[in-house]
């Protein structure tokens, strides 16, 4: 079945330091999203991109969509605290309601005051 | 908008006992519906899919008499494990997928989950 993966598994990092996740597939998709979870809570999106070579920013979250649809990335810049916690790529092959996500084993960042 | 709620926030039961979680979309309707498991520092493994009006699809390996799902509504669908044990312990997720215009849906907005102990 698909899979992605996700890299880094975990990031330690200073405040104000940009981060910068990927996942990789070895299929297609047609959408990717971005998804922040926070302990004991659901994911909550972040970005969603939907056409490849896609660049999307929300705040200082910039999210792209790999020309060849088989992987995507998620940079924050200058970092802050609230920013912890673990991050998710999900891949759709069929838009909303018409296919499942596949997640990305998740990148758990943690940001050092 | 695109709230999505979940009741119980956690719930803790006898094994052998069964238990409905709740989950619905607050401020949009939602034809298809999706319930995910979750153990701890892993990722989401989607169960089954929920479409109101019909049956449930389960994803491979999920038992469908174990994991009862129920789409009554646009806006509700409920999951519960029916016979709880101790292994079905787990951080339980649903998602909603907002109806846009026509056949056309919004991405899946998730709930906040619900924590099920099971003694």
């Known amino acids: 079945g698909q899979q992605l993966n996700q890299s880094p598994q975990s990031m330690f990092i200073q405040e104000g330091e940009d981060v910068s996740m990927n996942c990789t597939s070895s299929s297609i998709f047609n959408t990717w999203l971005w998804y922040k979870q926070d302990p004991g809570e659901g994911p909550v999106l972040l970005i969603a991109?939907?056409?490849?070579?896609e660049l999307t920013s929300n705040g200082r979250l910039t999210a792209q969509f790999g020309i060849t649809r088989k992987d995507s990335f998620l940079n924050i810049s200058a970092s802050i605290p609230s920013d912890v916690g673990i991050y998710f790529c999900a891949g759709q092959l069929y838009g909303g309601s018409q296919g499942n996500l596949i997640f990305g084993k998740g990148t758990k960042l943690s940001v050092k005051p | 908008g695109a709230v999505v709620s979940q009741h119980p926030s956690w719930v803790i039961c006898k094994s052998g006992t069964s238990v409905k979680i709740e989950c619905r979309s607050l401020d949009f309707q939602a034809t298809t519906m999706f319930w995910y498991r979750q153990f701890p520092k892993q990722s989401l493994m989607l169960m089954a899919t929920s479409n109101e009006g019909s049956k449930a699809t389960y994803e491979q390996g999920v038992e469908k008499d174990k994991f009862l799902i129920n789409h009554a509504s646009l806006t509700l669908s409920t999951l519960t494990v029916t016979s709880a044990h101790p292994e079905d312990s787990s951080f339980y997720i649903c998602s909603a997928a907002r109806v846009l215009t026509g056949f056309s849906t919004d991405t899946q907005y998730f709930g906040p989950g619900t924590r099920l102990t099971v003694l």
């Open positions: 991109l939907y056409k490849a070579g």
